[in-house]
């Protein structure tokens, strides 16, 4: 049974809602993978103690990882990581005229003593599966959900492939 | 109590012995933070097998984390990260020509599906606290030293302040 | 006479089913020059056992030459070297944020030991005749259709030099 | 008369002690220039609470600038600039695998909302030059010195141009 | 009271009327911050003479901040900020093939003794705040409003955070 | 029985005698696998015609593959590989202000008709390699010994895995 | 009097007939400036002979200087003056996937003995200009119209600006 | 006969003192081909009216070309080029963080009207060299030395080819 209605163990931050886009793919794999998520806007910059203070309460509140994702110089998960010892999983998002390349230097670079864990850039997916796994290394159900997600992709590609060669007549 | 001699949680995989001057730093803060550790040179390229066994075989053998280390084009974190489900966290090692950026590359850009962990270019440090973070998920104690760990290194950087600005004749 | 209809000396491989619309000049290349070929997805990460028996078997089963097409952290033609002796030959795919350099530098920056012969990104037509110059070290008939195939694009690029110079009223 | 001895106008935050061998260049020039400054190393990610308290509070002290230099994901100058609305100079350090590109993208890139004045990496002395036109723009006398300063270069250049003439034997 | 027809307190400077389409944004910022400014074309290239000499009578004729915004080999601001010491805001903007790169490297890599305040590519609106920022070091009525704007910017973001949650069934 | 003595069959072209300190590991290690080979300084630059004849001649020289080594504007590959239809390996050489990834992109992003099959920035071992698993598609023998210098080097690199992991007091 | 009908003092050539688009600009200046100029299409790649004889041959037909425009591995200048003590100007082309980045380095980087004088990526109209500059050293009726179609570039600029300022009310 | 000793046909420009190790070879290439040179340094951001005086009058002071060298932000080819219709050259010097690609993109990426023509990074001796060739255009006997002293390199490295042979025993 999957813990859908319970309470969060999965908070997703995003700098601006313009970054809904991209990240409602990781609010999506939560769901599909049963894991009950938070979600919420809360800027470095904009919202500096909003989010130090969410970092701050979100182990006592029964968070277990934190996903954090901005844009451009992207300082969200390095702020939140300052503030918590929880797992945080950086996303840099593509925007601006840098494309993302900002976003990923900014998230990932963080000096010794503060880790993010980052994925790549629009990695929303991944990060949401990243913040399963490390809630399955306690959780074996989540864990056999987790491979079995993978056998199931694995045959879903194995199909497009056969496919592929049956349009070219190479079967 | 710290569990150091118990079996390991945290397997350190290098692409290359020459990984290990950067590497030992993650296995110096594994060993602080009381959390027990294995460590191997498994290349992707040179040792395909045995880093796909040993992926494949990692969660029943009890680890919980496994940490990957490689350079130029970097495939070692992703290669395991194929062949489990455990969270694997990717340190890009600067060497050769492209010092780094190769590695980064190829460790954080990764498909959906499957995740790794990235954290900065020779991050070894930061590799092993993150690996903590992730067993503090289910382990108090353990959050504790963190965040012990964080004000013992805060009170010493404050100190490090207060001798500079003695130095400068500032206070 | 071209001896398409036979058992294949080129294996396609790519990472996505995406990579098909870029993938597909180089089927059509071979094609065109004669050369027996087949195709396959097989993602390094999706897939690691399939690509690593893809490759482990695939000079017994009469390859002479692996084109390996991936996008991103492109892993595939680095696993798939790793773990055969025939030329892979890898083609970096433009796809995602960073635009093809990340899975230029996976695809290149491969340590010493296990070469890949790295055309440009998108580099579909060249993969599939650098796999015919390959194959024609060993084939003077194929040597001759390169040769002549090169003297035909010449002759066609000659053709529309005189025609844009007449349209500028140059000649 | 210069206010050396006055309270600081300009406070200099550092994310690490190791900076102060490139920082050291700002604090000699405001003092060249009889602008009072502080110096202190409040890094963004170990000192997040003292980072944001020294910045909420800054106006009220009396400073009118505050320099931020930091290195890698270089968050300093944008933690600050999030926390008051004093003009905030970032100076991006070269330091770690990717030589300050990283903090120059993560000092520059800013968000619309909250801006950071940045120099070039290692820049320190112009730093402490725009602090000081900036608080030149009240400050008739300094901005004076700072003209005469600017005359005062051009001649220094004028004679190592005529020695490296005379030297090479072109005049 | 918003001294909005008085005397311009902020020149704007575009290297080309193309320009205009981004930098109309720091135009809007000033006028709704209640700061006079002027607008130019003035290209450091094009037009050499214009610019020093725009540059060279800027205090005397009331400035106290520039904003000088070009793409490319983006010499604008350096060019304008060698011929005044007052606070010379740069602006790279994207265009060309390098995407804005090149402007920023032009615009923030000064050497010492000619500093460049310089914000995010196409960063016309932190331009606009910048430059009130420096105006409201000696001026507390605007340092309230750009305080007060903070404020206003933070509700509404807060807003959008909300509305994004209840849209997304989470609240 | 190796061809060691034999009429060559890679032929070694280099930019410059400066890359010779690289590219004589390319020569070793042909030596090493018993593949005859002829080396010379052939700029495409300095000696264009010679450059444009060694290549037209080589097939009929009895030679299999060509490498070619240059640095920066590196078009020493693609010149040879526009005058022959042989494979052409590029090694792309660390020299000069940008470090060899100037040489990358010249010698990777070759149009399509002409491939040069790259390989690593300062690739030299590797490109040997690869000449030779070009050469065993025809040649059984050769190709057994390119799969025995993987068993030994795999061998060699486990024997390192065991020293560390003894020195470091974990087995 | 312009000598346009007159033999060509200007070579333009081409690597590809996609680059038109862009060189027409260059056709259209030459034109403008009364500067009589030939255009072909002469890849280095797929017509090394062509190419090599008209650089050979350029000066005894009487051009002066050659305008050489390629993308990607664009070797064309280069190759063009390997052959020739004329000034050979290069034109990066932006296209493929790194956008005229690898166009760039391939063209400027050139190795001491050989130089290519480098415009901007696409920088067909300056090219041209170039060209007229070259060729007005000795010749001052060009130069003059060189010098009057600056003035007049000035006057419509600021055309522009007024325009511009204008439409904003700010005049 | 070489005029040596007559007034100067190129004058080479240096942003700063610390330019002149790797611009004396530019110098040194001019005395060899005899052509008699002026050097100055003239910073375009610390010397702009000395910089913009030497480029307006320098057609009527008789020289022919203009070399203009600088690093970071190097403006001081584009300032040259906007005062004068003469050919001017850009050598982008390696300094400081970013080693060059800085100084690179600052003088090759000039906007359409005003050329510069760039040489490689560090790219002294080529500055010269082109200097020449565009003199060459009409001095006959400047483009024979050219030519000769071509055929003299080449000879030189023909030796170099012959040497490297015989050390590694191949001929």
Redesign the interface.
Same mark, same amino acid.
């Given at each position: 049974m999957h813990h859908n209605q319970s309470s969060p163990l999965v908070g997703i931050l995003m700098?601006?809602?313009s970054d809904?886009s991209v990240m409602?793919k990781a609010?999506e794999t939560l769901k599909e993978m049963g894991v009950a998520y938070?979600?919420?806007?809360? +800027?470095?910059?904009? &919202? @500096?103690?909003?989010t130090?203070e969410y970092a701050r309460t979100a182990?006592e509140r029964g968070l =277990?990882?934190i996903i954090a994702a901005a844009?451009?110089?992207a300082?969200l998960a390095?702020?939140v990581?300052?503030?918590t010892?929880?797992?945080v999983?950086g996303v840099p998002i593509?925007s601006?005229?840098?494309?993302?390349?900002?976003a990923?230097? +900014?998230?990932?670079? &963080? @000096?010794?003593?503060?880790?993010?864990?980052?994925?790549?850039?629009?990695?929303a997916?991944? =990060?949401a599966?990243?913040a399963c796994?490390?809630?399955?290394?306690?959780d074996a159900e989540l864990?056999k959900r987790?491979?079995d997600k993978?056998v199931a992709?694995?045959a879903k590609?194995?199909e497009?492939?056969k496919k592929?060669?049956a349009e070219?007549g190479?079967e």
């Open positions: 700098g601006s809602d809904l409602e609010a938070e979600l919420n806007i809360s +800027s470095a910059h904009r &919202m @500096p103690d909003k130090a182990r =277990a990882v844009g451009m110089a300082h390095g702020v990581a300052a503030n010892t929880l797992p999983i593509k601006g005229a840098l494309k993302g390349v900002d990923l230097y +900014s998230t990932v670079m &963080m @000096p010794p003593g503060i880790p993010v864990a980052t994925v790549a850039v629009d990695g997916v991944n =990060a599966l990243l796994q490390i809630i399955a290394v306690g864990a987790l491979d993978r992709n694995r590609l194995e497009k492939s592929i060669k070219l190479l």
